[in-house]
């Protein structure tokens, strides 16, 4: 515990230290000006567009696992998505492991099996990827409509688009030799049984190949269900693209907020590229997501790297304060949530 302490700190004070390299960088006094000057009832409607986007998330999420609307079980998939943003913006790596938090807590409902919500959760982590692939790529065009030239974004996104074929190519694979995968995954549980023990008391490892083969196969049923079901999948496919439009507005607004125009493609293109810095394990995606929003802009916008640096302030600050208040306030409710009310 001592050493994953350390280790978190140790992240933090690397994300405040590069935060701080950013501001000095470009001066501190022309931001702080800035920031000073902003307009609050335009910025106002910075929280209210990341709101929105929490709100497509937790409801793209509540259709990609197929439960019904007003139900028990939609309103813990849409509080587990919300409290996932804690895990995401302040947790190692916790953008990887947001979705396998959403499926844990899921799964916690004692009508939901493992299999299932890990299905539904893959679902939903697919179609954003595409939809990111999508929106960005419209950015892109708009980007390169406008006259500017674009660098290497396409070729960007082109990879990114070949990398979401080999993601679905490796699902047709798993699919076709569910067997053979179903052993190697019983080993491999096998193996790991000893660390896994002692971090998760009461951890089961599907020593089993059956037992792993009738979990593909759930999670495979569960997944041709979502595709199958067209109305649901229009709906998931819909709040992913509503979810990613959502977190341009806090960065549209905070440049309108310091009487600022700003180019909407190039808003699209950054805030997409944005979502690839967050692989790197800091607190918020403090430094990476602010150097690629930042680089992107500054490529394809005009603007001083004054207006840009207070402009990421205030983007990031709205993002941030709705993530942790609506993350913070539903992970403090999740446990009565996952607990309550089985027979819906």
Do not use: K
């Amino acid at each position: 515990m001592d050493f994953d302490r350390r280790r978190v700190a140790f992240r933090v004070a690397v994300a405040v230290a590069i935060a701080a390299v950013l501001v000095f960088g470009v001066g501190w006094g022309r931001v702080v000006r800035n920031l000073r000057d902003a307009d609050l009832a335009v910025y106002a409607l910075a929280p209210v567009g990341a709101a929105l986007a929490l709100l497509a998330g937790g409801e793209g999420t509540r259709a990609a696992l197929g439960f019904p609307v007003w139900s028990v079980r939609g309103a813990l998939a849409r509080r587990a998505f919300y409290a996932a943003a804690i895990v995401r913006n302040f947790l190692p790596a916790g953008n990887v492991g947001g979705g396998g938090f959403v499926a844990y807590a899921v799964s916690r409902h004692g009508d939901v099996s493992v299999s299932e919500a890990v299905a539904g959760v893959t679902g939903w982590e697919f179609v954003m990827m595409v939809a990111s692939a999508v929106v960005g790529g419209v950015g892109v065009l708009g980007v390169a409509a406008a006259g500017r030239d674009p660098g290497g974004l396409f070729e960007l996104f082109a990879a990114f688009a070949v990398l979401l074929g080999a993601v679905a190519a490796v699902g047709v694979v798993v699919e076709a030799y569910r067997t053979p995968v179903a052993v190697l995954v019983a080993r491999v549980a096998s193996a790991v049984d000893p660390a896994l023990s002692r971090v998760a008391p009461g951890y089961d490892a599907p020593f089993d190949p059956e037992r792993v083969r009738e979990g593909l196969d759930e999670f495979f049923a569960a997944l041709r269900r979502l595709a199958a079901d067209r109305r649901r999948f229009a709906v998931v496919l819909a709040a992913a693209h509503a979810a990613w439009l959502c977190w341009t507005v806090p960065l549209v607004v905070s440049f309108l907020a310091l009487d600022v125009a700003v180019s909407a493609p190039a808003v699209l293109v950054a805030v997409t590229v944005s979502g690839f810095a967050r692989a790197v394990p800091l607190p918020a995606g403090v430094g990476p997501v602010d150097v690629a929003l930042g680089g992107v802009l500054a490529a394809l916008t005009p603007h001083s790297l004054g207006e840009l640096a207070s402009a990421l302030v205030l983007y990031r600050s709205s993002m941030v304060l709705v993530q942790v208040m609506a993350g913070g306030l539903s992970l403090w409710t999740l446990d009565v949530a996952a607990t309550d009310g089985f027979a819906d």
